[in-house]
């Protein structure tokens, strides 16, 4: 099948020299393969053209960000299996972290949108019945109208200073329409199929994140307002990051994340020149660079697409969750929420990889994000035990999965 990818130069022919012209490789066979492929290859970002008249700047493409291989498999294992939890992404300011983020935007397929204020959806009225619904949708429904249309998944990012009652909702004192519909949607409303990203989360109050997490794993949320209440959907991808140089987050909502990520500066001289050319490209001509990245996007998207669609087929041999249970126990990882994030992220990977069953390979790949600062004793001065503790992660992997 020739999906129009383009292919990576090898190691060797890294040396910056962009009059190559890119050879057409014909398929891909993971998302792996591909997220290696595109993080791995030179682009050409010789005399970009001035984009006159661009009004929004489209997002920089995700799979054009420079390494960071650990944080991009990261948010797309997110996507393929939202129970993982989510993702927190944790290093200075300057790395990468809301590019990555923003750029996720493009890789998740349609989705149906409400027309109206109250975020009716046809699913409601086949879920729950008619009354679930407000009453003009209600009337339009009957009368055979869509109440929906299909829309790009959006980035909804939590406000710094978002309160309780913006997050969940509250009550809204200009609908007058009946008791059921004075509630107004919050933000964790909004979110509903799109993804939702906390940036410092770290600097939030305790009760907003909790309210986050919980709507996060139970995929919908109820709020009550005297006798008035209102159940919302809130099934989003989650993507929280923070600084640590800018306070710590409390052990027991850093535990509620699934996948946590160590984000780093660049490491290599190449690999910084590379990043700054291509920051370079965008700059000058967002939309001109984006297109060099539009078909390895789409393809990505469709992997990510496909592998949502496998993924409850995906099985985990007794054999590996053995192994997982036995990693946590050494480790002495007292949290339930380790093997629950360590299995579904092994699951999302296998998935990705268009397989049906979980290997040993799959939960040594993910183990690191799943697993990483869990234990309390790490969580004061996680950052300065982060080498120590991948070591011993390494050692313990080497011991149980052959
Ligand atoms: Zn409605």
Not at 21 to 46: F, H, M
Not at 198 to 222: H, R, W, Y
Not at 366 to 373: D, E, I, N, S, Y
Request: net charge negative; hydrophobic share 40%; proline share 4%.
């Amino acid at each position: 099948m020739d999906i129009g990818y383009t292919k990576p130069m090898s190691k060797e022919e890294t040396n910056f020299d962009f009059s190559t012209e890119p050879e057409i490789v014909t398929e891909v066979s993971s998302l792996q393969e591909l997220l290696d492929r595109a993080t791995g290859r030179i682009y050409r970002a010789e005399q970009p053209q001035e984009d006159a008249g661009l009004v929004e700047r489209p997002p920089f493409p995700f799979l054009a960000l420079v390494s960071q291989k650990e944080m991009k498999l990261a948010l797309l294992l997110s996507l393929v299996n939202p129970n993982l939890g989510g993702v927190l992404l944790i290093g200075p300011r300057g790395t990468g972290k809301t590019t990555a983020v923003r750029g996720l935007v493009d890789l998740l397929p349609h989705v149906k949108r409400s027309l109206c204020h109250y975020g009716c959806l046809e699913d409601d009225i086949e879920t729950s019945g008619i009354d679930a619904v407000c009453p003009d949708c209600a009337q339009k429904y009957g009368q055979g109208e869509a109440l929906s249309e299909l829309e790009k998944v959006r980035l909804v990012e939590l406000p710094l200073n978002a309160r309780l009652e913006d997050v969940v909702g509250g009550l809204d004192p200009q609908a007058e329409v009946s008791e059921r519909m004075r509630l107004k949607r919050g933000i964790l409303s909004h979110a509903d199929r799109n993804l939702l990203y906390v940036d410092e989360v770290n600097m939030l109050s305790d009760q907003v994140v909790d309210a986050i997490l919980d709507a996060a794993a139970q995929g919908q949320f109820t709020v009550r307002r005297g006798a008035m209440s209102a159940t919302y959907r809130s099934d989003f991808a989650l993507i929280g990051s923070m600084n640590p140089e800018e306070g710590h987050l409390r052990p027991q909502i850093m535990d509620r994340f699934g996948l946590r990520v160590i984000v780093r500066g660049l490491e290599t001289k190449a690999e910084r020149l590379e990043a700054y050319q291509r920051t370079r490209a965008y700059k000058v001509n967002p939309r001109g660079f984006g297109e060099q990245f539009m078909g390895d996007t789409q393809a990505l998207r469709e992997e990510i697409q496909l592998s949502r669609d496998n993924l409850q087929e995906v099985k985990l041999p007794e054999k590996i969750a053995h192994a997982g249970l036995e990693l946590i126990e050494k480790l002495k990882i007292d949290s339930l929420r380790a093997e629950i994030t360590l299995f579904e992220a092994a699951r999302a990977y296998a998935a990705a990889d268009a397989r049906l069953e979980v290997t040993f390979q799959d939960l040594r790949t993910v183990a690191p994000l799943a697993l990483r600062l869990r234990r309390s004793q790490f969580m004061a001065d996680y950052l300065s035990d982060q080498v120590e503790e991948s070591r011993e992660l390494g050692n313990v992997l080497d011991e149980i999965i052959p």
